[in-house]
């Protein structure tokens, strides 16, 4: 009876797995987050699938054995209460399912909210990344420069995403680097990552935030430390600086496709609640008691050049740090030469 | 405000619907006329406050929102078939994403819910009613304002577009100025509180309407999860009253509650939302999972098996269901810790649903089994409710939910639990209690050609969805490029769309010819059924019972057919009736206007029809009806009818 | 309609009591809705932005003979509902009326009240502090002030039909809706206004 839609549906996933789509972005991961993360959806994907298994093994045999086409016409099923036993089963073996996964989760999430193992030494990249209607900022702090719509990072090195929102709620997602999460108006979360392959990655906004929510895609390019160097360079060098008019004409256009600037947004649009010393603080717009204790805490300070940190990303100590600055203009670097892999 | 930003205009689709409104409309109210039927359907119908009719037009609405939140459905499917699709544009879409999902969960599923409930219970506990019949009609009105509210949405100012769960500040005045999010806090406000009575009138009932021996462990599982769902109704709609309140303040009267300035806090809304939404959830799926347990135990001819473990497995069911909403937005950076905790909450919901599924196996086990088409959906609701329960606990895990969450894997969990859970549940009672209420079958051959168009086509239209959301596909998406790949699967899955679609139209076929062909009943237990509400006549006679009955077991009907334990032991006694009203459809009315106006800000009318709403519940209050009394002689006749003798 | 005697006349009929027990339950679904606009305004007290805060903008006096108001009119409510059961038309339809000229007092304070706060540049639209104080104690006010025209309609009808099983049951519900009303008034007391003053 029923096997008829089980059979159909365990055909379609064979021929879904076989054809198609033979890499599944999500257990395709290129970083140490996404790569737990794909580890833990395996291993419930499993486990669940053996009580899935005996759900169906169970539901067959009755429905084989008991129908009541099979049985004589004077049968008369017996009362029966139920089993403390079999009771007992079917409550403590889910329990220790459920247990098991708990353990399993609890780890794993700690793990991909910290920086990922066997990276805690390096100071990560700071990259704020904000969202407007409908697109993405990225400014780097470190290295005063801005992005709209794509995303350079070096490999092998843990960026540290500072997600905020000038708008509604967006997530910003890169399935293949790490898991997602909310940029939002009111705080700022941190997502952390790293890439330790090169390569180039969707990323995008998952949540819904209106009509251009489709199209808040931006590439995820993940160079080697050397090339990112180059590229940084070729940006303060070649790119135009971003200020305030320019900024907000940013904001109100709703699809801007790929920018460059030379400076950052954060001066004197900062992201909220913001403390992080190396910040030049303004007045919050949103604002609130907790931000203004914030702010008492964390005076700004009296010359704000003194915190600044320098533009070296501190990749590899080893590693010859970049040079002079290369004479294109940084759209000639090629997005996508990773691209198709 | 102009004429052209009242209706909305610019779209062929939307002048389609508003020409078939007026169509229908002037088609009702013609045929009304011609038939003369306006006198038969205000006395019998819109003034009633029998339970049963009252849960007809709760059904009969139910199958009415199905049929727009499937067409809204089909769109969605038939805009993302293909890559770069231009059938809808990303504003129309997204409005219809929104109100299918509105639709379908609060309009469609709970009243249908709350539809059979109202037939079932009341005969299931051996009551003439329920304990309050005239608030009962009040609530179906309150529901049936709300729900044409919304509908209106879709030709008058444009519907609500911030997906149904309306995510603040993209909800908020700033990033959605049209009307269509104003209709969205009033309209559910106003059957919100239609909901909240359902929930007090069924408690009440159920714990102070029962016949004699009708002790609480011998009670139907179905009037149990009634009951649970009762409670859980009780102490979640409240939140989601405060939570529309507060909207309505920030869209309508300014407030800062969600905004972006002034101290405002988005991720208030999303708590509050999910503090309802949740228990909601459940509020659905637990009296389907007792329309399960009544149609499983009858059709495997076996009693319920573990009957005590599965009350307390919906006990725990509904106090854990408090305590998961956060589930909903562990990405929202709450930190491990907190995601942990709800995390562990959610996994445990798993083990009493376990118990429950299990139970039903073994239910079957030993049994005699007939594949009627309501057993047909009971049985197709097992194994594919379990892919939707084990994915369950997958996105429950709060670290690969970081994956899963806002993407089309999402999207295909909940309908795998939804559908199977609570759609089919509902199918499964329709076709059961069918011939209940109206004397006859509906018809088997149609039946099962439905139930496999429908249970197939589900499962080609949403497991492709699981992939696509590996993948990458979000959710809410209207059009996506070719070189993403999405292409195929989405395909794969219109046309699954296309099959429900025939399956529901088989099924509304089978109505229609079933009226026409089907043999009538003159039995009253056309299933050799186990549960009270067999035990009177079909149709059932206003009273119910003419005898209140007297319960000696659980299974008090099977118990009587078998072991000679009369139920009727009783004699005919005159039997008290409230009367008909037709104040809460005037309130009904009323509130329309009232929402009405404040959806366009429209001060004097929203006052007046604020006063006239007072007014109508003083003159309720003043009403000294004293209800009326059947004779004994009247009892008997109908009785005689009823079973087919001639008089 | 059966009315059994043993109870009192409220009780009296099936009918009665459920009506009884359903609101009981229905004051538990308030609960639900009070609780919920108690955490809105606790997550929000501190947000005021620009605007005043508790401090600054509650002032004791009128809030005293607010409680006040409301504390003497649940006793007379009290009292009403005693002299029902005693059978003494007059004197409860006196407590009745006393009762609801209070809670009229306690709208006409809170009225008030609003308006200095609007004087004092703290309105709705100020703060999402200013929204969750307006909305806890507009949804409180705007109980009392149904209550007052529910009231008002019930001592009306005990004054035409004495007392009987209806007017007697809806006089008792009553009863419990304004001491509900009471006990929220006093967690506003309590944790709006004087947490907010200390």
Known sequence: MKKRGSLLVLFMSLVLLLSGCSSITVLDPKGPAARTLSDTILFSIAMMAGVLLVVYVLYVVFLVKYRGSKTKDDYMPPHEEGNKWLEAIWITIPIIIVAVLSVVTVQSTGAVEKVAAGYEDQKPLVIYASSSNWKWHFSYPEEGIETVNYLNIPVNRPIELRLYSFGPITSLWIPQLAGQKYAMSDMVNTLNLVADEQGSYLGRNSNFSGQGTAHMEFETLAMSPKEYGKWVDEVKTTASKLDETEFKTLLSTSYVGRKTFSSTHLSFSPAPGDHSDHMKHTDMENGNKEHQENKAEHPVPANPEETKFDAIPNVNPNEPLPQSPAEDSTEDIDHTSHKGK | MKWDEFFVTGEPMIYGAMASIVLVTIAIIVGLTYFKKWGYLWREWLTTVDHKRIGVMYIISALIMLFRGGVDAMLMRAQTAVPENKLLDAQHYNEIFTTH?????????????????????????????????????????????????????????????????????????????????????????????????????????????????????????????????????????????????????????????????????????????????????????????????????????????????????????????????????????????????????????????????????????????????????????????????????????????????????????????????????????????????????????????????????????????????????????????????????????????????FGFIILVYNIYYSIRYSPRETDGDPWDARTLEWATSSPIPAYNFAVTPNVKGRDALWSAKHDNQPIFDGKIEPIHLPSNSGKPVILGGVFFVFGFALVFSWWIPAIISGIAILIVLASMSFDRDHGITVSVEEIMETEKKLRGETL | MKIDATKPLEYGSEENSNKIFGFWIFLGAEIALFSTLFTVYFVLVNRYATGPNGTELFELSGVLWETFLLLSSSFTIGLAVHSMRLGLKKPMMIFFGLTLLMGLGFLGIEITEFFTYVHEGATISTSAFTSSLFVLLGTHGAHVSFGILWGASILLQVKRQGFTLATANKSFIFSLYWHFLDVVWIFIFSFVYLKGLM
Do not use: C
Request: proline share 4%.
């Open chain 2, 101 to 501: 999902g509105l639709i379908m969960i609060l309009f469609m599923a709970m009243p249908f819910i709350i539809g059979i409930m109202n037939v079932v219970v009341p005969l299931q506990i051996g009551a003439r009613d329920v304990a309050f019949p005239r608030l009962n009609a009040i609530s179906f009105w309150l529901f049936f304002t709300g729900a044409m509210l919304l509908n209106l949405s879709f030709v008058i100012g444009g519907s609500p577009d911030a997906g149904w769960s309306a995510y603040f500040p993209l909800a908020s005045l700033e990033f959605s100025p049209t009307v269509g999010n104003n209709y969205y806090s009033l309209a559910l406000q106003i059957s919100g509180i239609g909901t909240l009575l359902t929930g007090i009138n069924f408690i009440v009932t159920i714990l102070k309407m029962r016949a004699p021996g009708m002790k609480l462990m011998r009670m139907p599982m179905f009037t149990w999860s009634s009951l649970i769902t009762s409670v859980i109704i009780a102490f979640a709609f409240p939140v989601l009253t405060v939570a529309l309140a507060l909207m309505m303040f920030d869209r309508i009267f300014g407030s800062q509650f969600f905004t972006m300035s002034n101290g405002g806090m988005d991720m208030l809304w999303a708590n509050l939302f999910w503090v309802w939404g949740h228990p909601e959830v459940y509020i659905v799926i637990l009296p389907a999972f007792g329309i399960y347990s009544e149609i499983i135990a009858t059709f495997s001819k076996k009693n319920l098996y573990g009957y005590t473990s599965m009350v307390v497995s919906m006990v725990v069911i509904s106090l854990l269901s408090f305590l998961v909403w956060a589930h909903h937005f562990y990405t929202m950076g709450q930190g491990a810790m907190v995601n942990g905790f709800f995390s562990i909450t959610t996994m445990a919901i798993s083990v009493p649903t376990g118990v429950k599924i299990f139970n039903w196996l073994f239910t079957m086990r030993k049994g005699k089994i007939t594949f009627t088409t309501p057993m047909l959906y009971s049985l197709a609701f097992i194994p594919i409710f379990t892919i939707g329960g084990v994915t369950g606990v997958m996105l429950a895990m709060a670290s690969a939910d970081y994956q899963y969450h806002n993407t089309m894997f999402l999207v295909a969990h909940f309908h795998y639990v939804l559908i199977p859970g609570t759609v089919f549940a509902v199918i499964a009672g329709f076709h059961y209690w069918f011939p209940k209420v109206f004397g006859f079958k509906l018809n088997e051959r149609l039946g099962k050609h439905a139930f496999w168009w429908i249970a197939i086509s589900f499962n080609v239209t949403f497991f492709p969805l699981f992939f696509l959301g590996l993948q990458g596909m979000t959710r809410r998406m209207y059009t996506y490029s070719a070189e993403t790949g999405f292409g195929p699967l989405n395909l794969i899955s219109f046309a699954g769309a296309l099959g429900l679609a």
